[in-house]
């Protein structure tokens, strides 16, 4: 147990200087949807016209609404960058020494996995204490209950990008792969808008949206905040997360560097 504690403390701590030696990382994160809170909101407000009441039962504000879902950009957007990571690391040759441990495979990539949703919570955190002093003030015990539906959306998303990383032979090729992903799956969810005014505009853009996994973490993070549970959301993020980690560990192949230069 000692020898499974260490090397989750060392792959955390591993991941966290990495993230403090990139600032550029942590504040391009926030920018993003503090750009979509302070500006964007505003037009989308104007534009929607609405007042948005279900699933809280009250009324709330557009931006107090819409940041559930830039707080889950801020874990999309890490779950990719952590998969780019992965990449490098596969390129470099690090993560096959890392791989030479005793310990099992799925352990050290679900440390992996771990270490990025930890990462991403914190800036989560930073995001939605700028917006609180910004005016935007959800239930402060939403803040807590909110925290194990960030933490398992965060291990979906970091899951999904270490599934996509396996395919990616190439380093260069993986931001393509990343906007092919992240911005689909970002803008075809409730993030920005409730599924019934999708719903009023399009009936087939409505069914895209959902099925969208990230529909689903957005809302469970959004009943989570206002102490609500969405049992649907609930059970559709817990599976698909153990079906992406699972199929992720299956298909990791460290070697893909080496085929490629031996190639």
Not at 7 to 12: E, G, K, M, N
Not at 61 to 70: K, R, V
Not at 147 to 175: C, K, M, T
Request: glycine content about 4%.
């Amino acid at each position: 147990m000692t020898a499974y504690w260490e090397c989750l403390r060392a792959i955390v701590w591993r991941e966290w200087l990495r993230f403090v030696q990139q600032r550029s990382r942590f504040f391009s994160a926030l920018v993003r949807p503090l750009l979509w809170l302070v500006v964007f909101a505003a037009g989308f407000r104007a534009a929607l016209g609405i007042a948005i009441i279900e699933p809280y039962d009250t009324y709330i504000t557009y931006e107090t609404w819409i940041m559930p879902g830039l707080a889950c950009m801020i874990l999309l957007f890490n779950g990719m960058q952590g998969s780019l990571s992965m990449v490098y690391d596969r390129e470099m040759g690090s993560m096959r020494v890392l791989l030479t441990s005793p310990l099992p495979r799925s352990f050290l990539l679900a440390s992996k996995l771990l270490a990025t949703a930890l990462i991403s919570l914190l800036q989560v955190y930073a995001f939605l204490a700028i917006a609180w002093f910004y005016g935007v003030q959800p239930p402060l015990a939403g803040l807590l209950t909110a925290l194990p539906a960030l933490l398992l959306v965060a291990l979906l998303l970091s899951a999904l990008g270490l599934l996509l990383s396996n395919g990616i032979r190439q380093l260069e090729n993986f931001a393509g792969v990343m906007n092919l992903v992240i911005f689909p799956m970002f803008f075809l969810s409730s993030a920005l808008y409730p599924l019934w005014k999708m719903r009023e505009a399009s009936e087939w853009l409505y069914w895209i949206c959902s099925v969208n996994p990230f529909t689903h973490a957005v809302e469970l993070v959004r009943y989570a905040l206002y102490e609500r549970l969405n049992p649907l959301a609930l059970g559709i993020c817990l599976g698909l997360m153990l079906l992406f980690s699972l199929l992720s560990v299956v298909s990791f192949n460290p070697q893909n560097a080496a085929l490629r230069r031996a190639a």
